[in-house]
């Protein structure tokens, strides 16, 4: 990205996008493409050598971001793909491994994965675009759908109470959880990069309008207007408790960064459990060979 | 740019200037960046692009200051800002100066 500058025809965001694919599926007004320019800027503040992080996505919406991002990238089956990431991070622990999909993928058909990896730790960055719906699918409730919004299988309002992912990631035992919405570009870049930098199960939630269907079975005009409405209505409150971050239909939403504290990994635990077994005849795993010769 | 005084770093502190530039064929009209242009330098145009979109066109570019807010915000990867050098935007007196623009 942010090789070389700039000419004419090229946008810098193309060197990270595989262009052949370009344009992408998303709907007009629909706020993926700006998380995906969100996580951009996170790399590009980064600085990381771009081979060694690996992306992940379920099926979905945002399950398509791992088909136009130019990096190592997985499209697992449907809410899989936390297990899949696992799996590449205990393989090769010295890659960065994220996990970006939707709501429906992480929470719902992947919530069992979900909570597993908090509770074990695994070094993974959770970036869960979350639109409130099923989107791909034409607009089913989601676990995730606020109480009294319409969705095509709920059509007198949804009556199911729905996930607060921040609380829910928190409780299993997240390391870093944040909340922002697609329009807090700057603020989500420099959470998804805090969270790289993290080692430990981290999670950004992105708030992201839907225009067809989230926006237009509950008549609220379209992303644009969901966008203005994130805009006078999102409440900037650091380390606010997230059991008190719950989303209700159209009000205000609290957003900023929840949770930061510090467990050990799953590796961790692991080398240290093992270590204390079985002293010298153990080899710890996934440590670089530089740090093993420092201890 | 506009200031209610004379900001005190004035004389050391230059206002850099962008040059956008829009894709109009990859645009899908969201009006996310005309909508959220700090300095409101955009402007949804009537003509459409071969999607049938209206893409959005640069109203005043001088008024750009290079943030890429558009750049970011846009799904579509379909506008972006480049700095304008020195040389270009002139050694006109007025530029970077506090009451020029009003």
Known sequence: ?295 | MKFWRTPLDSDRVKVPHGRIHIIVERCKGCAYCVEFCPRDVLEMSTEYNQKGYHPPYVKVEDDCVNCRLCELLCPEFAIFCTLKEEEEVGNKEEVGHVESRS
């Open chain 1, 1 to 295: 990205m942010s090789n070389g500058k700039p000419s004419e025809e090229h946008h810098p965001m193309e060197a990270l996008l595989r262009m052949d694919r370009i344009p992408h599926i998303w709907c007009s007004t629909c706020g993926l493409g700006t998380s995906v320019s969100a996580f951009a800027l996170a790399l590009e503040d980064l600085q990381y050598d771009l081979d060694k992080i690996c992306i992940v996505s379920g099926i979905g919406c945002t399950g398509r971001v791992a088909g136009y991002v130019k990096l190592d990238s997985f499209h697992a089956t449907h809410g899989r793909a936390i297990p899949f990431a696992t799996g590449l991070k205990l393989a090769n622990p010295q890659l960065k491994v994220v996990v970006f999909s939707g709501d429906g993928d992480l929470i719902a058909i992947g919530g069992n994965h979900f909570i597993h990896a908090a509770r074990r730790n695994m070094d993974l960055t959770v970036i869960c675009v979350n639109n409130f719906i099923y989107a791909m699918t034409g607009g089913q409730v989601a676990p995730t759908s606020p109480l009294g919004a319409s969705c095509s299988t709920t059509p007198y309002g949804n009556y199911e109470r729905p996930f607060n992912i921040p609380h829910l990631a928190e409780s299993c035992g997240a390391v870093y959880v944040a909340r922002w919405t697609a329009l807090h570009l700057r603020r989500t870049a420099k959470s998804i990069a805090e969270a790289m930098r993290k080692p430990g199960f981290s999670v950004v939630e992105i708030i992201c309008p839907c225009s067809t269907l989230y926006a237009r079975r509950n008549r609220l005009g379209d992303g644009l207007e969901l966008m203005k409405f994130y805009h006078e209505n999102s409440i900037i409150k650091h380390g606010a408790d997230p059991r008190d971050v719950d989303i209700d239909f159209q009000s205000p939403i609290v957003v900023g960064k929840f949770v930061d504290r510090d467990r050990p990994t799953f590796i961790d635990g692991y080398n240290r459990a093992m270590t204390a077994k079985l002293g010298e005849k153990f080899e710890p795993y996934g440590v670089a060979p530089a740090e093993v010769h420092d201890g």
